[in-house]
Structure formats: structure tokens, C-alpha cells
């Protein structure tokens, strides 16, 4: 079963138990849980990049107060998932991941924004992460929210796998560097590679330790550790910390643990399973322009 990463899926799929039947061999997280929360990492050069990952989150998830916006969502455990896993008690607020090309556009998945529609009523917030590991709750910068001004360039092609798209945001980001991107070739079968982004809508994790498995045409496959909401996550080269894809695709997220009656995580070996779907990010012809 091939799902798509964004929270709005996984959200609907757990709450109609689609997600339980017949995916007990499917697996999300390979071998460790390579997952960190940014003030864990000891990779400086990742966590500078961090700085340029957004969350796509509702405006009707945002409360502002003077200068600062607070990030209203339920903990992973309030919706479903079990108090043992890891991160349970962190707000859920992202639907989608995005990152910064250039100082005014960004790119995500194009299943995440598919109308001008999804463009008004869905915010780019930057810096929505956690400080220490008891923090629950996340407040930014009024500064750190971007809307979208328009569609630039997009993709979501269910025969080739294409998926992708490229906004322009409503005001230049000044604050942060945008990121170095793959122009020519692609990423070969056993680099290594990390991501960024907003796994189940969980503020930002870094997650390295995986390899690619395989390229196609319009995609590679790797054994990264995502889920719902890494939707649009850069995928970085990590010897050159270059973006070589978009994360879109991978297996169902959760499973049931049927004694304690809520969801937990899957988990395969790092050979096994399908593997997580990235889109080239060669594949946008807009980049090309920058």
C-alpha cells in the first residue's frame, strides 16, 4: 500500500482504522529510530539547514499574541498514538514540509498544495520546533509566517510518480539562507542521505543513518524514517548537504497495539519493506530559471 506523506491522510486513516488491516509487514522507521528533535543533533551543518525547513500549517492552527504566534494542535497520544512512543506529547500542528530555494520561493510536495485554495488557507511557518524535551508547546516569531502568493510551478502525475510543487511566498525571507540544490544528475544507489521535516506534524526532526535503495525515472527510494506530515521534506546528499529530492511516499505509518488499544509505530529492517519515495528535485524546470 502506497501512501502519501501528508498528515491529512494519516489522519484520516487512523482515525478510520484503514490503516490497521493487512499492514503488519509494512514498516515506516528502518532499523533505529534515526529521528531528532534539532536541539539533539550534534550535526551543526544539518542543523543550520533546518532553519530553512517550513511547516505547512492551517491559519486556523496559529493564535497570535503581539509578536509571537502560538501553534495550537493535539499531542501525538490525543490522537491515538501510544504514550510509549517517542515524541508523544509533542504538538501536532504540520500537515505538509516545505524549504527554501530561494529568498522568496519554496518547495514542498504537490499533493500538499494542489489549488490556489489550499495556497490561502495554509501557512509556512518556520522555527516550529522544540528547545528541550519536555516542551509541549510551541510559540514562534510573528516574523517566521509566510503565505502563499502563488503557484509557481507543479506536478502530481499518478503514472510517472511525479510530485512537486514550487510556491512563491507572500514577502522576501532575509532571515535564512535558502538552500543548495542538486542542478544536474541524481543522487546514485547507496549515497547516504538525511531529512528534514515535519514527521506526523511533529515539530522539526532531523533524521539521518539511510541510504538510497534505488532510482526510477522521476524518483529514488530510500530507507528513510518518516512519516505523515515529512510530505515535501528536503532529502539531503549527506557528504555534500546538497537537496537531492522531495520526500512524498512511503509505507503506512502506525500499526495497532491491540493490548494497550492504541497505535504505535512500524518498523522494518533497514533492507526491508518498500522503501520512502523521493522526487528528484532536478524534475522542476522553474529551479533551472534561479
Same mark, same amino acid.
Given at each position: 500500500? !502506497?501512501?502519501? @506523506?501528508?498528515?491529512?491522510?494519516?489522519?484520516a486513516? *487512523?482515525?478510520? &482504522?484503514?490503516?490497521?488491516?493487512?499492514? /503488519?509487514?509494512?514498516?515506516?522507521?528502518? &532499523?533505529?529510530?534515526?529521528?531528532?528533535?534539532?536541539?539533539?543533533?550534534?550535526?551543526?551543518?544539518?542543523?543550520?539547514?533546518? =532553519?530553512?525547513?517550513?511547516?505547512?500549517?492551517s491559519?486556523?492552527?496559529?493564535?497570535?499574541?503581539?509578536?509571537?504566534?502560538?501553534?495550537?494542535?493535539?499531542?501525538?497520544?490525543s490522537?491515538?498514538?501510544?504514550?510509549? #512512543?517517542?515524541f508523544?506529547?509533542?504538538?501536532?500542528a504540520?500537515?505538509?514540509? %516545505?524549504?527554501?530555494?530561494?529568498? =522568496?520561493?519554496?518547495?514542498?510536495?504537490? @499533493?500538499? *498544495? /494542489?489549488?490556489m #485554495?489550499?495556497?490561502?488557507?495554509? !501557512?509556512?511557518?518556520?522555527?516550529y520546533?522544540? +528547545? @528541550?524535551?519536555?516542551?509541549?508547546?510551541?510559540?514562534?516569531?510573528?516574523?517566521?509566517?509566510?503565505?502563499? $502568493?502563488?503557484?509557481? #510551478?507543479?506536478?502530481?502525475d499518478?503514472?510517472? /510518480?511525479?510530485?512537486?510543487?514550487?510556491?512563491?511566498l507572500?514577502?522576501i525571507? +532575509?532571515?535564512?539562507?535558502?538552500?543548495?540544490?542538486?542542478?544536474?544528475?541524481?543522487?546514485?544507489? &547507496?549515497?547516504?542521505?538525511?531529512? *528534514?521535516? @515535519?514527521?506526523? &506534524?511533529?515539530?522539526? $526532526? *532531523?533524521s539521518?543513518?539511510?541510504r538510497?535503495r534505488?532510482?526510477?525515472? $522521476?524518483?529514488?527510494?530510500?530507507?528513510?524514517?518518516?512519516?505523515?506530515?515529512?510530505?515535501?521534506?528536503?532529502?539531503?546528499?549527506?557528504k555534500?548537504?546538497?537537496?537531492? %529530492?522531495?520526500?512524498?511516499?512511503?509505507?503506512?505509518?502506525?500499526i495497532?497495539?491491540?493490548?494497550?488499544s492504541?497505535?504505535?509505530?512500524?518498523?522494518?529492517?533497514?533492507?526491508?519493506?518498500r522503501?520512502?519515495?523521493?522526487?528528484?528535485?532536478?524534475?522542476? !524546470?522553474?529551479? /533551472? =530559471?534561479?
Amino acid at each position: 500500500m !502506497k501512501i502519501y @506523506h501528508s498528515l491529512l491522510v494519516v489522519g484520516a486513516l *487512523i482515525a478510520s &482504522g484503514q490503516m490497521i488491516a493487512g499492514t /503488519k509487514q509494512l514498516k515506516v522507521i528502518y &532499523g533505529e529510530d534515526n529521528r531528532q528533535d534539532v536541539f539533539e543533533s550534534t550535526d551543526s551543518v544539518m542543523v543550520d539547514l533546518s =532553519k530553512s525547513t517550513a511547516a505547512m500549517i492551517s491559519a486556523s492552527n496559529l493564535k497570535t499574541s503581539g509578536d509571537e504566534v502560538s501553534i495550537i494542535g493535539s499531542s501525538l497520544q490525543s490522537r491515538g498514538i501510544c504514550a510509549k #512512543e517517542r515524541f508523544s506529547k509533542q504538538v501536532t500542528a504540520a500537515n505538509c514540509s %516545505g524549504f527554501l530555494v530561494s529568498d =522568496k520561493y519554496l518547495v514542498t510536495a504537490g @499533493h500538499c *498544495i /494542489k489549488t490556489m #485554495e489550499d495556497c490561502k488557507n495554509y !501557512k509556512w511557518v518556520f522555527d516550529y520546533k522544540v +528547545d @528541550h524535551s519536555e516542551q509541549t508547546s510551541v510559540r514562534v516569531p510573528k516574523s517566521s509566517i509566510y503565505s502563499c $502568493k502563488a503557484i509557481v #510551478e507543479r506536478a502530481l502525475d499518478s503514472i510517472n /510518480k511525479d510530485d512537486y510543487a514550487m510556491i512563491e511566498l507572500d514577502r522576501i525571507v +532575509d532571515d535564512r539562507n535558502p538552500l543548495a540544490f542538486r542542478k544536474s544528475g541524481e543522487v546514485s544507489a &547507496g549515497d547516504s542521505v538525511v531529512v *528534514i521535516g @515535519h514527521p506526523t &506534524g511533529l515539530p522539526t $526532526k *532531523i533524521s539521518g543513518g539511510a541510504r538510497v535503495r534505488k532510482t526510477d525515472a $522521476k524518483y529514488f527510494v530510500a530507507n528513510l524514517d518518516t512519516f505523515g506530515g515529512n510530505s515535501g521534506s528536503a532529502v539531503f546528499n549527506a557528504k555534500t548537504s546538497t537537496v537531492e %529530492g522531495i520526500l512524498v511516499r512511503g509505507e503506512a505509518d502506525y500499526i495497532p497495539d491491540s493490548a494497550a488499544s492504541c497505535q504505535v509505530s512500524n518498523r522494518c529492517t533497514e533492507s526491508g519493506c518498500r522503501g520512502e519515495d523521493v522526487t528528484f528535485i532536478t524534475n522542476i !524546470k522553474a529551479l /533551472k =530559471k534561479l
